[in-house]
């Protein structure tokens, strides 16, 4: 296999670059957080109704209008009247697990957003999931400096998606 060089102005996309630009300003979106916390609480795929009732200090007119947002931003997955995963969270069951301070498990779409919990939440969890090679059980601390013990000669492997998929994860 021969795998291509290229300079950075190569890499450079305009439009991928202002489409990065608005998912990082959506992720400012009050209505997102709140959908995180309630993933963080739950840990199952949250009821639009339940944004509606707990969306404290939201205009409630608007909250249906910015989950159609964020989940056309490809933030979020709205299905069926649920919010079936926020990334980094999944409502639904996934191969990366990770473990709060309290002990309760919540799954997450991927091993980098499995990574990015600990930075996000200012708390030291603990990530769970087997090596996708051999089936062989994966399990180590992670806090906001990075991975603890165990995490000694893992690695992460990225795949591309196909130009036009929209999701990384589904939660199915």
Excluded at 128 to 140: L, N, T, Y
Excluded at 157 to 171: F, N, Q, S
Aim: aromatic share 4%.
């Amino acid at each position: 296999m021969i795998l291509p060089i290229k300079t950075l102005d190569e890499l450079m996309d305009p439009a991928a670059e202002a489409r990065h630009a608005r998912r990082r300003a959506a992720r400012q979106s009050a209505l997102l957080r709140q959908v995180w916390r309630l993933f963080l609480n739950h840990g199952a795929p949250i009821p639009i109704a339940m944004l509606h009732r707990e969306a404290t200090g939201l205009d409630p007119a608007a909250v249906q209008e910015d989950l159609a947002r964020l989940d056309a931003e490809d933030l979020i997955l709205l299905q069926d009247g649920l919010v079936r995963l926020a990334y980094p969270f999944s409502g639904d069951p996934t191969p990366f697990t990770i473990v709060l301070p309290d002990g309760r498990a919540r799954f997450v779409c991927c091993a980098v957003d499995a990574l990015g919990i600990a930075p996000m939440l200012g708390q030291l969890i603990e990530i769970r999931s087997h090596c996708h090679h051999c089936g062989r059980p994966i399990g180590f601390p992670v806090g906001s400096e990075g991975p603890g013990p165990g995490a000694e000669g893992l690695m992460v492997w990225i795949g591309g998606r196909d130009p036009d998929e929209r999701r990384a994860c589904t939660g199915h």
